[in-house]
């Protein structure tokens, strides 16, 4: 069963660091680039990074991604409070010929 | 500015139809992929279908195959997503997506009796 895994909650206080991870397998992660997606409460979900590591115009430096072979994550640096939001890993998936989302791991900002 | 407007939501019966719309401008609409994924309240995304730029080629979710048909009109700029014979688990917001990168605001399916 194709499914891609992320930790359902991560926490840290503003300034710090935090990384979320995005496992998967060869028929998604493993052969094909991650999309991040950033859902603020109450909106819809906006591209934060594609092609693994690129950020879209207008998302901060601060925001970083890298891939390893069958996984992904998701890097933010120097936390700020409106970061609370749950994230969203995705890729292409041979198996199911369609798209693949995680489950979202939720960031909150202590 | 690229939008992506999504209408056509509201309440159903278990085995009734609704057509979503989705109007696109900003860009040019016939050079891209276009996807339709759903999400329901408090819960995860999940994609459902997507359509090449001619309209030729399409893919769906297994768990809607063979009820929801994806279609575009690339001279109005719109794509669509026909839903038949809805179940309750269909129930969520759908939103559209230009190639997965850019979303609209979605728009609600409530498929209850």
């Known amino acids: 069963q194709s499914v891609l895994t992320q930790p359902p909650s991560a926490s840290a206080t503003p300034g710090q660091g935090v990384s979320m991870s995005c496992s998967g397998s060869?028929?998604?992660?493993?052969?094909?680039?991650v999309n991040w997606y950033q859902q603020l409460p109450g909106t819809a979900p906006k591209l934060l990074m594609y092609?693994?590591?690129q950020r879209p115009s207008g998302v901060p430096d601060r925001f970083s991604g890298s891939k390893s072979g069958t996984s992904a994550s998701l890097a933010i640096s120097g936390l700020q409070s409106e970061d609370e939001a749950d994230y969203y890993c995705?890729?292409?998936?041979?198996?199911?010929?369609?798209?693949?989302f995680g489950g979202g791991t939720k960031l909150t900002v202590l | 500015e690229v939008q992506l407007v999504e209408s056509g939501g509201g309440s159903v019966q278990p085995g009734g139809s609704l057509r979503l719309s989705c109007a696109a401008s900003g860009f040019i609409f016939s050079s891209y992929w276009m996807h339709w994924i759903r999400q329901v309240p408090g819960k995860g995304l999940v994609w459902v279908s997507r359509i090449n730029e001619d309209g030729s080629s399409a893919n769906y979710a297994d768990s809607v195959k063979g009820r929801f048909t994806i279609s575009r009109d690339n001279a109005k700029n719109t794509l669509y997503l026909q839903m038949n014979s809805l179940r309750d688990e269909d129930t969520a917001i759908y939103y559209c997506?230009?190639?997965?990168?850019?979303w609209g605001q979605g728009t609600m399916v409530t498929v209850s009796s």
């Open positions: 060869t028929s998604n992660i493993g052969n094909y680039s």
């Open positions: 995705a890729s292409w998936d041979d198996s199911l010929n369609g798209w693949l």
């Open positions: 997506a230009r190639n997965t990168h850019v």
């Open positions: 092609s693994n590591n």
